[in-house]
Structure formats: structure tokens, C-alpha cells
């Protein structure tokens, strides 16, 4: 039977959700155009009033919020509230440049941690659960969200933050942990440690995963199912919209329910703005409903996915978007052709290569050069050079199939590329060093 964290929220029908949403977007456009003078100026620029919108079929008149502007009004420029009333910052890990500083008021983190609530239960945690959350602890929002959203669930909350991996297994054998909470990467390594220990899935109590804050593929989600012997939810946010618990997984495992009471999704064209239909992939926009010290409104966040509102087997409402298949800055392009590095994921673990790899990409003559170097598992090692030159090329052949573009594949030796503990580093563009 599936469990709902606030059943009348996530299974609510879609008419009273839009007017929830209506009435929420109405008063936090009033407060945002009352308080902060960043956005103000923006919509008096765009002409725009906070009369002029009467419910969500006027978000589009608002004008977007984007990165540099976070940058830009960098630290106090968007806050809200008077500081006397924020509790909190965290930060972004700074993955593509300059921290971004998010403010939160007591209330902003009893909703933030609510959400994160809903995502632990979807994945069937109940106060019998021993959560383990190796997520980073500190400024990143991963740790402090899930270890919030545990404690109200009433799991036994395991506050562990990354590293000391070893540490990490006799914990989670010790006490029995049932839900891990961390990067895809670092429950991928998590596994491999357990294994390298000489333990089996036999030896271990967890039923779910969940995990997020990184790009990761289908082959990785099973991959890693396999290893730890459980179900694994995706769960998806970032430090401007409050942090993980945006949105998450249900049983179906087909993309991810959005807390629409919270946040209003929109996809656009990143090139022009425009609003598409569901079902079009373009860059994912939120416009926070309920925050109180940071509320931003059409913030643009780089990712590309899909919306659905497909009826899921789970009985939410909740509409749903895809796994972000990278950022639109995660995109490279080699030679005039996209290239996503979850593409290359998907084809090394389909062809039954380890999820440790990097992408190295440079410009040499003039010309783009893409490395992939890859490490086999075990049991693909070979003494005969030939063997091993010709696994490279048929791997390189199924990258080139996949990507339309031919890469130079390197197998190395098992445990040789370094492994992650939060979010990975999965690309090197040498080219960017160049410019
Ligand atoms: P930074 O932008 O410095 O990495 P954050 O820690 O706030 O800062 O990261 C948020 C970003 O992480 C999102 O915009 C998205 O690109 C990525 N992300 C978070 N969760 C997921 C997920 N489940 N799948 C794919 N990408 C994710
Ligand atoms: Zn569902």
C-alpha cells in the first residue's frame, strides 16, 4: 500500500491545487514586489504590477530570475524578511562558479524539512526506519534536508554526512539501517566498499535509497539496486528553491512528483523564453509559493526535463518531471555535436563497464578530442593486448553510436579513477583552460 506523507496535498484533485496555487502565487508576488527592490525594479522595467497577476495563468507576464542575478544581488539582495527573523543560510557547492546564498526562516525550514518528509515516505520509511544520511553536512543542503526530513518522519536518523566509508558499512550493519540518503555516486562506491569487504547484500538491513543532487542514468539506478539489494528513489533540488525534496520518487519510478503547493513549475526554450506544452523538453523554471526569506519567483535552473501530468499508479496528483538529464551547462559540445555525459553513462553500464569513468575533453589543431577512460571490472582484465585494444574499440564503436561521435577509450585498471563522496566529477574540459 502506498504511503503518503500529507495524503490530501499529494493526491488533492488538480482544480483545488490550482486554486491553492492561484491564492499562494497572489500574495507572495504582493510580498516579493513589497520587500525586495531587486525584483521590484525587474518588474517595474517589465511593466508589470502585482495586480496584474490574479492567479498562475499570469506567471507568464512575471520576469525570470536567473544565476547571475542570484550572483549579482549576492548576499542581502533578495532576502525577503527582516534578518531578525532568518534562522539559516546554506549554500550551493559551487559546481559552476560563485556560491549562491540561500536565507531561511524558521518557517521556510519546517516546510523545506516537510518536503523531505513527503520523499522518505514515498520511498516507505515510517518511524520503524533507521535512516542513514551521507549526505554533506554543513552549508550543502543535502544533509541538513534529509536529516530534517527524517527526524519529522520519526526514523531513527543516522546524521553520518560523507566519508569514512568503511565507517560508513559498520554503522549501517551495527544499527541496521534501512534507508540510505546520499549521492548516487557515494551509494554506488558505498556498495563497491561493502563488497570489497567482503560482505554481501545478505549482511545488510537497507530497503531504499534516495538519492540525488547529481545527474544519474537508469543503468546506474539499477546498477546500484544491485549491489545494496534495494529500491532506489531519485530526489531532486537545489539550494535556491530550499535544497533537496523539490521533488521525489514514488513505487512507479518514473520520474518525479513536484510539491506543486510549494513550488510552480514551468518549462521554457533556455534560448528564448517562451513557455512550451508538457511533454517538450526545455529548462525547468520554479517560482516559490510558500518561502519567506528567499521566495523567487521564474528562477531559471538550468535543467533540462520533461513535465508529465500522466496518471501515476501512486495515486499523486502531483505532476511530474523527468530525471534532469544534466544542466544546460553540463552539455558539451564536441566537434558541433550535444553531448551529454549520461549518455556515455548509459552505454558503459549497458555494456557492462563500471559507473567510474571520466570524460576528458580538449582541443588539439583545432580539433575536438574526446577521451573516455573507464575502468573494467575484474573479471573484463586480459593479459593479451589485443583483447584488450579491441574491448576499446567495440566500447568506443557503442559510444559513437549513441553520441555520433567516435571518442578515444581508455580501460584502466580496477579502483584507478578516484571515487566521489558527494556530488562527481565526471568531465574535464580542457578547453575552457585554454580560452
Ligand atoms: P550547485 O548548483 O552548486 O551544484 P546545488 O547543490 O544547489 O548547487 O545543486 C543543485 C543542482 O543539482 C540542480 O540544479 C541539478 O542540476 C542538480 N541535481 C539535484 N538533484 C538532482 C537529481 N535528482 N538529478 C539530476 N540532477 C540533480
Ligand atoms: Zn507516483
Known amino acids: 500500500m502506498e504511503r503518503y506523507w500529507n495524503e490530501e496535498i499529494e493526491t488533492m484533485s488538480r482544480e483545488d491545487m490550482k486554486k491553492l496555487q492561484d491564492e499562494r502565487l497572489v500574495k507572495q508576488v504582493r510580498h516579493v514586489y513589497d520587500n525586495?527592490?531587486?525584483?521590484?525594479?525587474?518588474m517595474d522595467e517589465?511593466?508589470?504590477k502585482p495586480e496584474d497577476i490574479k492567479s498562475t495563468d499570469d506567471l507568464c507576464k512575471l520576469p525570470f530570475l536567473s544565476k547571475s542575478d542570484l550572483r549579482d544581488a549576492y548576499p542581502y539582495g533578495l532576502l525577503a524578511k527582516p534578518l531578525s527573523e532568518c534562522v539559516r543560510i546554506q549554500s550551493t557547492s559551487g559546481t559552476t562558479g560563485r556560491r549562491v546564498v540561500a536565507f531561511y526562516t524558521q518557517n521556510d525550514i519546517d516546510l523545506w524539512e516537510d518536503c523531505c518528509a513527503r520523499a522518505i515516505t514515498a520511498a516507505g520509511g515510517t518511524n520503524e526506519d533507521v535512516c542513514q544520511v551521507c549526505y554533506?553536512?554543513?552549508?550543502?543542503?543535502?544533509?541538513?534536508?534529509?536529516?530534517?526530513g527524517s527526524h519529522k518522519v520519526g526514523c531513527l536518523t543516522l546524521p553520518m554526512s560523507s566519508g569514512n566509508t568503511e565507517r560508513q558499512i559498520t554503522f549501517m550493519r551495527d544499527l541496521g539501517s534501512t534507508i540510505l540518503c546520499c549521492t548516487p555516486s557515494y551509494a554506488a562506491y558505498i556498495g563497491e566498499t561493502l563488497h570489497d569487504m567482503g560482505f554481501t547484500t545478505d549482511d545488510i538491513k537497507l530497503k531504499a535509497g534516495i538519492f540525488g543532487a547529481e545527474p544519474w542514468t537508469e543503468e546506474m539506478r539499477r546498477s546500484i539496486e544491485k549491489s545494496l539489494g534495494i529500491k532506489a528513489y531519485d530526489i531532486y533540488g537545489l539550494t535556491e528553491t530550499s535544497g533537496p525534496g523539490v521533488s521525489f520518487e514514488c513505487s512507479e519510478q518514473t520520474g518525479m512528483h513536484i510539491n506543486e503547493d510549494h513550488f510552480i513549475p514551468e518549462i521554457i526554450n533556455p534560448d528564448t523564453g517562451e513557455v512550451l506544452p508538457d511533454g517538450e523538453v526545455g529548462e525547468l523554471v520554479f517560482t516559490s509559493i510558500t518561502k519567506e526569506a528567499f521566495p523567487l519567483l521564474r528562477y531559471r535552473t538550468r535543467d533540462l526535463c520533461v513535465l508529465s501530468r500522466k496518471k501515476c499508479s501512486c495515486g499523486r496528483t502531483l505532476i511530474k518531471m523527468s530525471k534532469p538529464k544534466g544542466r544546460s551547462?553540463?552539455?558539451?559540445?564536441?566537434?558541433?555535436?550535444?553531448?551529454?555525459?549520461s549518455q556515455i553513462e548509459t552505454v558503459l553500464i549497458e555494456q557492462g563497464y563500471s559507473p567510474n569513468y571520466l570524460i576528458e575533453v580538449d582541443r588539439v589543431n583545432n580539433s575536438d578530442t574526446l577521451d573516455v577512460s573507464v575502468e573494467m571490472n575484474p573479471d573484463q582484465l586480459s593479459d593479451k593486448v589485443k583483447d584488450m585494444q579491441q574491448q576499446e574499440r567495440d566500447l568506443a564503436a557503442a559510444i559513437r553510436l549513441m553520441i555520433g561521435i567516435s571518442p578515444k577509450v581508455h580501460l584502466v585498471t580496477p579502483k584507478s579513477i578516484t571515487r566521489s563522496e558527494g556530488k562527481a566529477v565526471r568531465v574535464i574540459d580542457k578547453r575552457k583552460l585554454h580560452d
Open 329 to 341: 551547462d553540463d552539455m558539451m559540445i564536441i566537434r558541433g555535436v550535444n553531448v551529454f555525459p
Open 46 to 48: 517589465k511593466g508589470v
Open 36 to 42: 525586495v527592490k531587486y525584483y521590484r525594479d525587474l
Open 136 to 148: 554533506g553536512y554543513g552549508l550543502f543542503t543535502g544533509g541538513p534536508g534529509l536529516n530534517g
